[in-house]
């Protein structure tokens, strides 16, 4: 059964990081555009971020450039999600998604995601 498991959510301060990862089972990640997106509470959910399978990024929120990045490990069918300097406002759950594709795709175009994990940034 083909499924995403992301790890790695929790409480940190604000200004502390996270390294969230999405671990693939049942398929191979390689020729797949991953992204991560994240709902916080009251809100609908939106596009973060995105690799391409040639390792290209691509932000959908430009409030996450310069603190967020996303990376992939293909040998491990896994890709990370790294958060440095979170502030209160990324508290959401986070999603990893998988997209039929190499290269980024509009953020609707995700055709496997992951059960979603909690981040909370609080004092």
């Known amino acids: 059964q083909a499924q995403l498991v992301e790890s790695g959510g929790g409480l940190v301060q604000p200004g502390g990081s996270l390294r969230l990862s999405c671990a693939a089972s049942?398929?191979?990640?390689?020729?797949?555009?991953i992204g991560w997106s994240r709902q916080a509470p009251g809100k609908e959910r939106e596009g973060v971020l995105c690799i391409s399978s040639n390792f290209t990024i691509a932000y959908y929120a430009d409030s996450v450039k310069g603190r967020l990045t996303i990376s992939r490990d293909n040998a491990k069918n896994t890709v990370y999600l790294q958060m440095n300097n979170l502030k209160p406002e990324d508290t959401a759950v986070y999603y990893c998604?998988?997209?039929?594709?190499?290269?980024?795709?509009?953020?609707?175009?995700?055709?496997?995601w992951g059960q979603g994990i909690q981040v909370t940034v609080a004092s």
């Open positions: 049942g398929f191979t990640l390689d020729y797949y555009a």
């Open positions: 998604a998988a997209a039929s594709r190499r290269s980024c795709p509009p953020y609707s175009s995700y055709d496997r």
